[in-house]
């Protein structure tokens, strides 16, 4: 069995960063509210507690507060910002709100720790920390040390190192703070004892044998779009029941060039029921003379709805439905959701029409960078597996305007350009999504001694943590002109090429 870490979540933004620096220490987690009881936790069975941060002060009326009783379990805690305000409230210390600035700090902040302490130990003594509170601790509580200080305040790090207890001003899960992942760490192997268990290798191996527990000698049906998440958990299936997997895969011909083939083609390996449903004609004739981009969205969802019913009729009766949630989903779909801008299409959020005996989501577990690392596992080809995403309705929604196949080869064309220059630079690390799409502008240029009336296509390159906000990518000038270059000669009806330099917000990544 996994040694597990629990974190529990008082509301802060970083809950999931706290998780997933967790797993690259090699130590499996999981983030649940503060609102877990007593009893809930001992189930858990952790073997460690990380508080997270969160936007209130202690003292607020309705703060949030963890289950009484829970520094009595003899777990190690760690508690980041608020987190380590409640350990110091909780336990007999106070906390005081920052009044007169003098101890509120926020951004980075040279800090001095203690190297004697478990969760600095082999660290440079000084470093910069990233600080986000107004409130601080002004009391320690009994038997607890001070482990760090900066200029603006002598409380910056807490610990009980006989209770196994430790508190953290600062967030040391963001990237800003010097060797944040190592404190994480001496946490875990230092104070927690645990042994790192936690590998994709080990998961790939329990997630078959509970896959085959699971479905028997029934049988699975999967809709896989040939995005990353679809990929692996095909992959999955595939290499625990076989030919008990029906994979259907609809070719709605709004994918990038290559792309159905090359999914078929990746999935050759396994000796599965392999479907592609080849249906461009339909959906092209479906949004044939519709320009708004919701529209277009609501057609296509709903078409690769009716397209799978038809094959989920022609299959016949299926036991499980496969599908390929991520972790992310399963944390923000328990919280408040903020006002829907475009009405996403996934193949994730597939519908109750065929009566399955259960859904089965095998990766509802993992972070993006662990299903690719699962995939990798698997075998699956490497452009799969580290494949940028691409949105469900596909280069519909990247054509500014009517859909005709006329675009949408001119954009495959121009995007498959784009691609290719970005990999020939080596620069596809500095970005997080990058592509072409077609705007619905034409205007004039020159090529040779002749007039054209030809379309702009525009490039689109943004760098995101969490693709809520986006920053456009100062991509060099010499590979936007190669780029631009060969476009205007190697695609026809094309005379000009823009690239957008707007952020997230006010523009969103995807251009509809
Ligand atoms: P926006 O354009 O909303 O995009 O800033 C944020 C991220 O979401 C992706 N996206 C989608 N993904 N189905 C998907 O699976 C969709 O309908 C969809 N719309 C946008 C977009 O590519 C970007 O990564």
């Not at 720790?113 to 082999?122: E, H, M, N, P, Q």
């Not at 078409?303 to 989920?312: A, C, D, M, Q, T």
């Not at 519909?396 to 990999?423: H, N, P, V």
């Not at 525009?458 to 991509?475: G, P, Y």
């Amino acid at each position: 069995m996994e040694e597990k870490v629990l974190i529990l979540n008082f509301g802060g933004q970083y809950d999931q960063l706290i998780a997933r620096r967790v797993r690259e220490c090699n130590v499996y987690c999981e983030v649940k509210d503060y609102t877990v009881t007593l009893d809930e936790i001992k189930a858990f069975n952790p073997i460690g507690i990380i508080f997270t941060g969160g936007p209130d002060s202690v003292y607020a009326e309705n703060s949030y507060h963890p289950a009484e009783g829970i520094f009595e379990l003899g777990i190690p805690i760690l508690g980041i910002c608020y987190g380590c305000q409640l350990i110091a409230h909780h336990l007999g210390g106070s906390v005081t709100a920052a009044a007169d600035n003098s101890a509120r700090e926020y951004g980075k902040t040279l800090t001095t720790y203690d190297t004697d302490c478990l969760l600095f130990k082999g660290l440079p003594e000084k470093g910069i920390s990233w600080m986000s509170h107004g409130d601080y601790m002004e009391k320690v509580p009994k038997g607890f040390k001070l482990t760090a200080h900066s200029d603006k305040c002598p409380n910056v790090a807490i610990a009980d190192k006989e209770k196994k207890l430790y508190g953290v001003q600062f967030h040391p899960e963001v990237n800003h703070t010097e060797n944040g992942t190592r404190m994480i760490g001496n946490f875990l192997y230092e104070v927690c004892s645990a042994s790192g268990n936690w590998t994709m290798e080990g998961y790939k191996r329990r997630a078959i044998a509970e896959i085959r527990e699971n479905v028997g000698d029934g049988r699975a049906l999967l809709a896989l779009s040939g995005g990353v998440d679809s990929s692996v958990c095909a992959a999955l299936f595939a290499e625990a029941v076989g030919k008990q997997l029906t994979c259907v895969f609809v070719d709605h011909g709004l994918m990038r060039k290559n792309e159905g083939d090359e999914v078929e083609a990746a999935f050759k390996k396994w000796d599965i029921n392999f479907i592609r449903v080849n249906a461009k004609d339909r959906f092209l004739s479906k949004l044939a003379g519709k320009t708004e981009p919701e529209e277009k969205r609501k057609i296509i969802g709903e078409e690769f709805i009716r397209v799978f019913e038809e094959e989920g009729k022609k299959i016949g009766k299926t036991d499980y439905l496969v599908q390929g949630t991520i972790y992310p989903d399963v944390i923000e779909s328990g919280k408040e959701n903020a006002a829907t801008i475009k009405s996403h299409h996934n193949v994730g959020g597939l519908p109750d029409f065929v009566d399955f005996k259960e859904i089965l989501e095998p990766l509802r577990l993992l972070f993006k960078d662990e299903v690719r690392a699962l995939g990798r596992e698997l075998g699956l080809a490497e452009y799969l597996v580290s494949r940028q995403p691409f949105p469900g309705p596909g280069l519909a929604i990247r054509i500014i305007g009517e859909i005709t196949e006329e675009k949408l080869d001119i954009l495959r064309e121009a995007d498959y350009i784009f691609r290719e220059e970005i990999s020939k630079a080596g620069i596809e690390h500095t970005m997080n999504q990058y592509f072409a799409a077609l705007t619905n502008m034409r205007s004039v240029g020159v090529m040779g001694d002749g007039r054209t009336y030809d379309w702009a296509i525009a490039l689109r390159s943004v760098s995101t943590a969490d693709f809520m906000t986006a920053d456009f990518v100062r991509i060099p000038y010499d590979v936007l002109e190669t780029v631009s270059r060969r476009i205007v000669n190697e695609v026809p009806h094309v005379n000009r090429v823009l690239y957008d330099i707007t952020s997230k917000p006010p523009a969103t990544v995807e251009f509809e």
